[in-house]
C-alpha cells in the first residue's frame, strides 16, 4: 500500500510542477507581448530567479510580486 500511496503523490507533485509551469508560461507570455525583442527565456529567469530550483517556491515569489506590484 505505501508503493501506491509514493506513487500517487508523485504523480500529484508532477501535475502541480506542470500547473506552475504553465502559470510562469502565461506570465512570461503576458511580458513578452509588451517587451518585444526580448528572449522569453531571459523574462523566465527574470521572474523565477529569486527561487531558482524550486517550482514551488517560484510560484510562490511570483504571486507575493504581484500582490506587491500595482496593476
Known amino acids: 500500500m ?3 500511496r509514493t506513487a500517487r503523490l508523485e ?3 508532477e501535475e502541480l510542477r506542470a500547473e ?3 502559470i510562469i508560461d502565461a506570465r512570461v507570455a503576458e511580458i ?3 517587451s518585444p525583442g526580448v528572449p522569453p527565456g531571459v523574462i523566465r529567469n527574470l521572474l523565477t ?3 531558482p530550483s524550486c517550482r514551488c517556491a ?3 515569489e511570483l504571486c507575493a510580486r504581484e500582490t506587491k506590484t500595482p496593476a
Open 49 to 51: 530567479a529569486r527561487a
Open 11 to 13: 504523480d500529484r507533485i
Open 20 to 22: 506552475i509551469d504553465g
Open 32 to 34: 513578452a507581448s509588451e
Open 58 to 60: 517560484q510560484y510562490i
Open 2 to 4: 505505501k508503493q501506491q
